[in-house]
C-alpha cells in the first residue's frame, strides 16, 4: 500500500530519510511477495504467475519517480523559505530603528483656565425678631419663596403694648405741663407789665421830689424782678415742649416696634432656614427666624493663581459645571476681583455671577468653573510624556533633519496635564519624540513616523 504524498510545508531532510526507508521496506516487502523460480524454491505448482522482467522495471521506475517528486516537493521549498528568513533577518539588522515624531506647536490662542468654586447666593440675609415676645404664628417653611414685604411671622408681645400705653400717658403728662408753663407764662406777663407801669410813675415822681428815691429805687427793682421772672417762664415753656417732643419720640418708637411683631421678608428670595416654630420665646435682635437667600442670580469665587492673574478682566464670560448636571453649562461673567493677590497663596480671589432664573443651581454646591481669554503669544507645548528628567535637569529628544537625535535641555513652565509649556530650548515646528524609550541615545540615526500633536 503506497502512502499518500506529505505536505511539503512539512518536511524537513529527516522526515524525507524517513520516508526513504519506509519505501525501500515496502519494496523489499513486495519483492517478498514476488514467486520465485522453481529451481529455487523446489516444485512450483503449474500456473502460479511469474512477474516478467519489465513489470519488476516498471515497478522499480515508479518507486524511484515517487522518491523524487517527495524530494523536490518538500526539501526545495524549505530551502527556499530558510533563504527569505535570512534575507529579512539581514535587512532588519541593517534597517534604522523607527520612531514616533510629533510637531512643536503653539497652544491654542484662546486660553482655557479650569478652577474649582463653591456657588453661594448673591444676595442673603438672616431675619431676626425686632420685639421680645412669643412666636403667635409661622406663615412660611424652608424653601418656600418669598416676596419683599411678604410677612413670614407674628409675634405676640404684651409687655410692648403696655409700653406703648405708658408713653401715651407720659406724652399727655408732659403736654398738661406744657400747658401749665404756658399760663404761667401768661401770669408772669401781666405781673411784668403791672412793674413797669408802677416803675414809671414812681420814676416820675421821683423826678419830680414828690417821693423819696428810696421808694422809687424798690420799684425800679420790683419791674426788673418780674422781667426776669418772665424770661424764666419762658424757658420753662422751651423745656417743656422739649419734653413733649421727646414723649411723642418714644410713643412712635414703641408703636414702630409694635409694627415688628409681624416679621416681614426683607428681598424677594428663597426661605433655607428655619429656626423657631410657634411658641418659641424670641428676644429682640439676638433670636434668628428665618434665612432668605436670592437665588435668582448666584456668585462664585475662585482664586486664580498669579501666572493667570493679568489674564482676568471685569466683564470676562465663564463657563460653570456642576457635576451632578453633566449635561448642562452654565455662563457667567466676572463681576469684580480683588486687585491684589493673598500673601499667603499667592491667588487673586474673583467673584462671578451666574443667572439662575430657572433654579437649576442651588447655593452651597461644588462647581467647575473655565475661564477663556485670548492670549496674543500662545505659549509652545510639548506632550507631557516626551520630557526626559535627569540629575542635570530637563530634555527632550529632538530629531534633526539627517533624521539623527539631539537630546536638547529645555526650561519648561506651567503643567497642564497631558501637555507642558515650553518657556526656551525648542522652536516652533521641531520634531520631537514623545515617550522615548531606552533605544533613544544621542547621535542615534532613526526612520520617523509622523504623528499629529493633539491640541
Not at 534575507?87 to 479650569?114: C, F, I, K, N, Y
Not at 463681576?335 to 474673583?350: G, I, M, Q, Y
Amino acid at each position: 500500500m503506497i502512502r499518500p504524498e506529505p505536505n511539503p510545508t512539512e518536511t524537513d531532510p529527516a522526515q524525507l530519510l524517513r520516508e526513504n526507508e519506509a519505501l525501500k521496506r515496502k519494496v523489499a516487502e513486495l519483492q517478498a511477495m514476488v514467486p520465485k523460480p522453481a529451481h529455487a524454491v523446489g516444485a512450483m505448482p503449474v500456473g502460479m504467475w511469474r512477474p516478467s522482467r519489465i513489470t519488476l522495471v516498471s515497478l522499480f521506475l515508479g518507486l524511484a519517480v515517487l522518491i523524487a517528486v517527495a524530494f523536490l516537493s518538500g526539501f526545495v521549498p524549505l530551502q527556499k523559505r530558510n533563504a527569505t528568513l535570512l534575507a529579512e533577518a539581514a535587512d532588519q539588522a541593517q534597517a534604522l530603528p523607527r520612531v514616533e515624531v510629533v510637531t512643536v506647536a503653539r497652544a491654542p490662542s484662546a486660553s482655557a483656565l479650569q478652577l474649582p468654586g463653591s456657588i453661594q447666593a448673591v444676595t442673603e440675609a438672616p431675619i431676626l425678631a425686632r420685639a421680645d415676645g412669643y412666636v403667635r404664628k409661622r406663615m412660611v417653611d424652608i424653601g418656600d419663596r418669598v416676596h419683599a414685604g411678604q410677612a413670614v411671622a407674628e409675634i405676640e408681645a404684651p409687655e410692648l403694648d403696655q409700653q406703648v400705653l405708658q408713653a401715651k400717658a407720659n406724652l399727655e403728662q408732659a403736654q398738661a405741663a406744657l400747658e401749665q408753663s404756658q399760663a404761667s407764662y401768661e401770669q408772669g406777663k401781666s405781673n411784668m407789665e403791672l412793674a413797669k407801669v408802677t416803675a414809671q410813675r414812681w420814676g416820675n415822681l421821683g423826678a419830680k421830689g414828690v417821693v423819696s428815691r428810696q421808694e422809687n429805687d424798690q420799684y425800679q427793682s420790683q419791674y426788673q424782678a418780674q422781667l426776669s421772672n418772665l424770661q424764666a417762664l419762658d424757658k420753662a415753656i422751651s423745656a417743656q415742649r422739649s419734653n413733649v417732643v421727646a414723649a411723642e419720640a418714644n410713643l412712635s418708637r414703641l408703636q414702630n416696634m409694635q409694627s415688628y411683631r409681624v416679621v416681614r421678608a426683607p428681598f424677594d428670595g428663597v426661605i433655607t432656614q428655619r429656626n423657631v416654630d410657634v411658641g418659641a420665646l424670641v428676644n429682640a435682635g439676638n433670636t434668628l427666624l428665618y434665612r432668605v437667600a436670592q437665588t435668582g442670580t448666584l456668585r462664585t469665587y475662585v482664586n486664580v493663581p498669579q501666572a493667570s492673574a493679568n489674564s482676568i478682566h471685569t466683564g470676562q464670560t465663564a463657563t460653570l459645571t456642576v457635576s451632578n448636571l453633566p449635561a448642562r453649562t452654565f455662563t457667567g461673567s466676572v463681576a469684580r476681583t480683588a486687585n491684589s493677590l493673598d500673601p499667603s497663596t499667592r491667588t487673586l480671589l474673583v467673584e462671578l455671577h451666574v443667572p439662575n432664573a430657572d433654579g437649576a443651581l442651588l447655593p452651597g454646591m461644588y462647581c467647575q468653573i473655565e475661564l477663556n481669554s485670548p492670549r496674543t503669544h500662545p505659549p509652545l507645548v510639548v506632550p507631557s510624556d516626551s520630557l526626559i528628567v535627569r540629575t542635570g535637569g530637563t530634555l527632550v529628544a529632538v530629531v534633526r533633519p539627517d533624521h539623527t537625535i539631539h537630546l536638547q535641555p529645555l526650561v519648561v513652565g506651567r503643567d497642564f496635564g497631558d501637555r507642558i509649556e515650553v518657556l526656551s530650548g525648542l522652536e516652533e515646528g521641531d520634531a520631537i519624540i514623545p515617550n522615548p524609550g531606552d533605544i533613544v541615545r544621542e547621535g542615534l540615526k532613526v526612520d520617523t513616523v509622523a504623528r499629529a500633536l493633539d491640541k
